[in-house]
């Protein structure tokens, strides 16, 4: 009988440390709650980044889950959504309306924007939707497995698995510090839609540091094995399912090609992004931001060559408001019937415009296609548009 009550206990003194061993982890995750998962401040008035005693940027929370949270919880707030990635990021939505709401993400793929615009779509009453392309999203579409990267769950099955990510992860030396030191500080956002940070870099003309770092840099992001047919293909299809969804209700859609530093644009093969681009345009009309255009080639409007000033970003919002933009002639809207001879006329001007980016740039390897001479004229092509210099405003603009 003694033996039997001493089984008894250490069976329940077994289950009890094992409940402990299973929950400790998930406790101690919910209590420091790094990426603010759990104590989010769900006015969203705060930045997705804090900021490191060491002078660095960190994500702060999930800034998949929180935005999507936030307006699902204010279904009358916003009717109108901008999807895009990182290259966004500084784009005053607010000029565009009242109800806007700008929804981007650090290397956001067309997978998640189909996803969140789903959501919105069947929880809000949406009105418009803008859909930024970036060439990164036609060989990037799995959603990513990193709870701080996860689209916001759509079912009870996808929260399951999305805390069972988060709840297990492993504790580090971040989670610690965060938890003993402290050494952070929560931005707080003066607004909805601007993602301010201390200290930055000037907003409209790249910092004399960014500039030696471009210069640096040989671009070299996208090779021959970059875009897959296959994944090209499925991209394509998601872009077709969207525009049709907002077809069928009634919501007004908007695309346009973002902005490509002229290292990134010209490396890539440019029958590959023809391709693209004529198969975007027999799904709908777009504003094409990569064509020949001084904001391309000055690494004055380029902090890096994949992102760009809020020059760029201000510019493309009066295109989309037809106003008079600050540097003229950026952003072309492409249709089936001048898609053709835009292309044509851009890939003569690039090959014009080569030999000079040649010349001042040393870290600069084009794809061998812009190279070969064709037979096709310069369509009456004025190149002194394209090197005209757009710098005074924004020099005024920042010295003020």
């Known amino acids: 009988m003694k033996n039997m009550s001493q089984y008894k206990k250490f069976i329940l003194y077994f289950f009890l440390f094992s409940c402990m061993a299973v929950f400790i982890l998930p406790i101690t995750n919910i209590y420091i709650d790094r990426y603010r998962v759990f104590n989010a401040v769900i006015n969203h008035k705060y930045d997705t980044y804090y900021w490191r005693k060491d002078g660095k940027w960190e994500f702060n929370h999930n800034d998949r889950i929180i935005p999507m949270s936030f307006l699902l919880n204010n279904k009358h707030k916003f009717d109108s959504f901008i999807f895009g990635n990182s290259k966004i990021g ?7 309306g009242p109800t806007w709401y700008k929804l981007n993400y650090n ?22 939707i803008i859909l930024t392309v970036d060439l990164e999203y036609f060989y990037d579409l799995e959603l990513s497995t990193q709870y701080k990267k996860s689209v916001y769950p759509s079912n009870t099955l996808a929260w399951f698995y999305f805390y069972r990510k988060y709840l297990f992860k492993r504790i580090d030396t971040k989670d610690i510090n965060f938890l003993f030191h402290k050494d952070y500080n929560i931005v707080q956002k003066t607004d909805y839609f601007i993602r301010t940070k201390s200290n930055d870099n000037r907003l409209f003309i790249a910092s004399n540091s960014h500039l030696k770092h471009v210069n640096k840099l040989t671009g070299l992001r996208y090779k021959e094995t970059t875009f897959v047919d296959n994944k090209i293909s499925k991209t394509l299809s998601m872009i077709k399912e969207l525009k049709f969804i907002c077809k069928q209700k009634g919501i007004n859609f908007t695309m346009l090609f973002v902005p490509f530093h002229y290292k990134n644009m010209l490396q890539a093969n440019p029958n590959v992004i023809n391709h693209i681009k004529k198969e975007l345009v027999s799904i709908d009309s777009f504003y094409d931001f990569t064509l020949p255009h001084n904001y391309l ?6 902090r890096e060559t994949f992102h760009y000033t809020k020059a760029l970003n201000d510019d493309i919002i009066r295109k989309l408001k037809h106003e008079d933009e600050i540097c003229p002639k950026f952003g072309t809207l492409l249709t089936p019937k001048n898609i053709d001879l835009k292309l044509k006329e851009s890939f003569s001007l690039y090959q014009e415009i080569l030999p000079s980016l040649l010349q001042k740039d040393q870290q600069f390897f084009p794809h061998p296609l812009f190279k070969k001479k064709t037979n096709t004229p310069i369509l009456s092509i004025n190149s002194d548009k394209i090197r005209k210099n757009c710098l005074n405003y924004y020099l005024v603009k920042e010295n003020k």
């Open 90 to 96: 500084d784009m005053d939505v607010r000029q565009l």
């Open 297 to 302: 080639v000055n690494n004055a409007f380029w």
């Open 107 to 128: 290397s956001a793929n067309m997978t998640e924007h189909l996803h969140n615009a789903k959501l919105l779509i069947k929880n809000i009453n949406v009105k418009n």
